[in-house]
């Protein structure tokens, strides 16, 4: 385990609202009457089964086993949630937990077209060629803001999403075609030049039932982007304050460095052509026998999240000195100070 805050002690890391306290209660209620069952699983790329444990929870205090492959240095939850498990937390508690409150589709639908506006489309705009026979399929599309702006470029757009009431709003009000469906159960004729996972692979539990459908429905030329919360990225994310415990959530089973998510596509036969640690990435088909030789990652990923945790703890030793500090100020500014030093006995 990298320290003991990473413990199984219910403690979360972050401040909750009603609603994901209310989740959080719910999950923890599924899980000891046996509602919820876990299964371990070795590594999803090298097989390897053994596992460092990082940590045993999540930043909301909720049971999450997290553990580091020693062979390839892929970081997952070696634990997990069975897919029926899955099913229902998505179902019932995904968005409660995760944000406490619904921002509503209107909103998130904008959210979702200015980031395929501003960031996608912006880093792969120099490998694809669009017209008017460009197809574009998206998995986990949720409202379809994403596939709204590459409509207006011009592209034939599906989306797929699990959400029945995500997809029904871009149907309805955009007239979008959106389906209710996962990826392993969607049937068609269309090759797509282009395939898009914005911020869902790392929850998808039968990688391997995704990756044998896109080698199917994948142009020979078509591009696979993928976008995952970077392992190796905490250091500029302040939204994470330098802490992988608040990076760790029981939704996401997967947790990659750009080296660990190029070893996972090589398995199944696609060369990367373009990462960052942030992550974005594109992958194609590779048109020769690929090298799937496994580079090792384990190494740089510890050494860097050993790294940030002392950061983090230094930061966290700093604020409760000012705070500490700025609590003295105020007692003693109100001539109180001495009479509390000698209550606490100091």
């Known amino acids: 385990m990298l320290s003991s805050r990473f413990k199984n002690d219910g403690r979360e890391c972050e401040r909750l609202n009603f609603s994901q306290k209310k989740a959080k209660k719910d999950i923890l209620k599924k899980i000891d009457n046996g509602c919820y069952k876990f299964e371990e699983i070795n590594c999803p790329i090298c097989d390897n089964n053994d596992i460092e444990n990082i940590s045993e929870k999540d ?165 696979l982007f993928l976008r995952v919360p970077g392992i190796k990225n905490l250091h500029n994310n302040s939204f994470h304050r330098f802490d992988l415990l608040n990076f760790i959530t029981l939704p996401h089973i997967y947790y990659f460095s750009a080296r660990t998510l190029t070893n996972l596509m090589n398995k199944y036969s696609f060369e990367c052509i373009k990462s960052n640690e942030v992550i974005f990435s594109l992958f194609k088909k590779s048109n020769s026998n690929i090298d799937n030789a496994v580079v090792n990652d384990y190494s740089e990923v510890m050494s860097y999240i050993r790294r940030q945790d002392n950061i983090f703890k230094i930061k966290a030793k700093n604020a409760l000195f000012l705070l500490k500090k700025r609590i003295r100020n105020i007692l003693d500014y109100l001539g109180l100070l001495s009479s509390v030093k000698k209550i606490l006995g100091k």
């Open 59 to 223: 930043k909301y205090g909720l049971p999450h086993q997290v553990g580091i492959c020693t062979a390839c240095g892929f970081i997952f939850a070696n634990r997990r949630l069975d897919q029926k498990s899955y099913n229902d937390f998505y179902v019932h508690h995904f968005n409660d937990l995760d944000i406490g409150y619904s921002i509503g589709f209107s909103e998130s639908f904008k959210s979702q077209y200015n980031n395929a506006k501003d960031s996608i489309f912006p880093f792969m705009r120099d490998f694809i060629k669009l017209n008017k026979k460009f197809n574009v399929l998206e998995v986990g599309c949720s409202s379809g803001g994403a596939m709204q702006y590459f409509k207006e470029l011009g592209c034939n757009t599906v989306g797929l999403d699990l959400g029945v009431d995500a997809i029904g709003y871009g149907q309805k009000v955009y007239g979008l075609n959106l389906i209710n469906i996962d990826l392993p159960d969607f049937n068609t004729d269309i090759k797509f030049d282009l395939v898009i996972y914005n911020s869902v692979f790392e929850h998808i539990s039968n990688i391997s039932s995704h990756m044998n459908k896109l080698n199917n429905l994948l142009k020979e030329d078509g591009i």
